[in-house]
Structures are given as C-alpha cells and as structure tokens.
C-alpha cells in the first residue's frame, strides 16, 4: 500500500491508475479504524480497480468545545489495518495542505435544508465542513466511487445530495453499520465510554429497534413513539438529543404512505456523543 502524506505524492501515485483507466473508489475516514471502516474497505474493494483511503482528521466538521484536541489519532495502527485489508493507498494529508488559508477562511460547500435538522440543529456547522472536505477529496481523488458507512446517515442522505446537486460523476455507495455482540454500534467515540457507561451504551440501538417495531405494528403517532424513547434513555441517565422517525431517502417527516423509513438517535452518555438508526420498511397502511 502507497502512503500520500501531501497532494503532490497523492497525484504521483493516482496517476499510473488513472492513465490505465482503472476505476477508483474512494473511502473517506478520520482515522482510528475500526472494523466498521474496513468493512467500508472490503466493499470498496468489490467496487473498482483500486481502493484510495483518505485519512484526515478534519477540523471543519468539529464545533467549538467538541473533540477535535482529543479525536483519537493512531495512524501506525491505522496504516497497518489498511495494509492488512488490502487498500492500495492511503492519503494522509496535514491540515495546512488541504485547508492552506485555514478551514475558516475556506470556500464552503453548503446543503441547505438537510444540514440543520437532526445532528445539524445540535452540531450547526457540522455538515458544511463535512460536504466541503468531501467534495475536496473528490477533487483531489477523482473517484469514480465513494463509499459511506450507514452509520452516519444523515451524512450518507446529504453527501448523496452534495454530489447529485454538484454533478460530482461519482456513484455513492452507502454500508451496513458494523456492530458488536451487545449491538453497540462501532464508533471511534465508544472510547469515551467509562466500562460502566460501555455496558449501557446498547440501549441506544434497543431504543430504536423497540422504536420500529412500534411502528411496524402500526403505530401512527410517531411523536408520542418518539417521546417514549427519549424518556427511556433519559431514566437509563443518557442525555438525548433526539430520536425520530424519517423518511428514509431525504429525512422528511413521513407522510402516512410513506412506506421506507429510518429510525434515528443522537445522545450523549458520559463523555462520548453516540448516534445510532435503523432503516426499515413499514407494511402500507390499512383502508
Ligand atoms: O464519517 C467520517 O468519518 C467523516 O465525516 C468524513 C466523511 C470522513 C469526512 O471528514
């Protein structure tokens, strides 16, 4: 695996690649992998020719008094995981080389709408540095693929809407979410977690999945659902943000017909900010 710490190595390694037509698929990341990344990295693998990994810690995405300082930074480990797995390059660029007059000053990719419900009302700013790094590494990567973990989701419906809106010629694969025994979802931040904390943290995806199941049985007040949940984690000492039921593709509220559907958490537990979904199909709706 070709390690790119700067955009001039980044252009020397994709160049070969490229002059060969070979189909790049771009996995974009902050680091400190975990099988959740490189279960992004096998799928990329099934997708194209080579597999570029970006690795940066972005510093547009984080709002004041959020983690940046202490994002856990391992990149050995990192690299050696994505040796393991099979990545052709890894591009690992320091702050100044992609954000050269500050991450301030920067021009910004915006998608309105979407960016200020859910995790944006809580992180405003949040998804604005995220579309705007990921439509620098498309730039830079010319990808013909990206892939996204679903994790993230509203990320994942936002960056489909950045790179339809832009005419990005990349296709934007979206992957499971990766989960441990407990059904905690893998996050970089279940470090936070006190081994206390770690033991409740599931009841964040037992919440949703009682939250879909509500829902497939045909509940239609979604707001008292709703309620229910965060009543739940706030008596099990999480402090929610929210927890909603959306329309799976663009996060609207559902209309009754609506039959493709995701149910979404973010909460904080201790120290770590935890966001959880489901996306699921509900039966149409009885005459
Ligand atoms: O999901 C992440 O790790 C980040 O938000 C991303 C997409 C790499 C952009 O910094």
Redesign the pocket.
């Known amino acids: 695996m070709r390690v790119a710490r700067d955009i001039a190595a980044l252009e020397a390694a994709l160049a070969p690649w490229r002059a060969a037509g070979d189909c790049i698929v771009l996995v ?3 680091g400190n992998l975990h099988e959740g990344h490189l279960s992004l990295v096998d799928r990329a693998r099934g997708l194209g020719d080579r597999v570029v990994v ?1 690795l ?3 510093p547009m ?1 984080f709002g004041p008094g959020e983690d940046f300082e202490r994002y856990p930074r391992t990149f050995e480990e990192d690299r050696r995981l994505l040796e393991a797995r099979g990545a052709d390059l890894l591009f690992a660029p320091e702050t100044a080389e992609l954000y050269p007059r500050g991450h301030g000053r920067t021009t910004a990719v915006e998608v309105p709408e979407l960016s200020s419900i859910l995790c944006g009302a809580f992180r405003p700013g949040h998804f604005r ?2 579309a705007t ?2 439509a620098k ?1 498309y730039n830079l990567v010319r990808p013909q693929v990206a892939v ?2 679903e994790k ?1 989701y509203q ?1 994942l419906v936002i ?1 489909r809407r950045m790179t339809e809106d832009l005419n990005f010629p990349v296709e934007v694969v979206g992957a499971p979410t990766v989960r441990e025994p407990d059904g905690l979802a893998m996050s970089s931040r279940n470090r936070y977690l006190t081994a206390e904390e770690r033991a409740r943290a599931p009841l964040l995806y037992r919440t949703l999945r009682q939250v879909v199941e509500r829902v497939r049985e045909g509940a239609r007040d979604l707001a008292a659902v709703e309620a229910e949940a965060m009543a739940a984690l706030a008596a099990a000492g999480f402090r929610p943000e929210y927890v909603s039921v959306r329309r799976a593709d663009d996060l609207a509220p559902p209309a009754p017909g609506d039959r493709s559907l995701v149910a979404l958490a973010a909460a904080h537990l201790g120290a770590a900010r935890l966001i959880d979904n489901i996306p699921f199909e509900r039966a149409p709706a009885r005459a």
């Open positions: 974009p990341t902050m970006t940066f810690v972005n995405q540095g995220v790094v990921v590494l996204f973990g993230d990320q960056l």
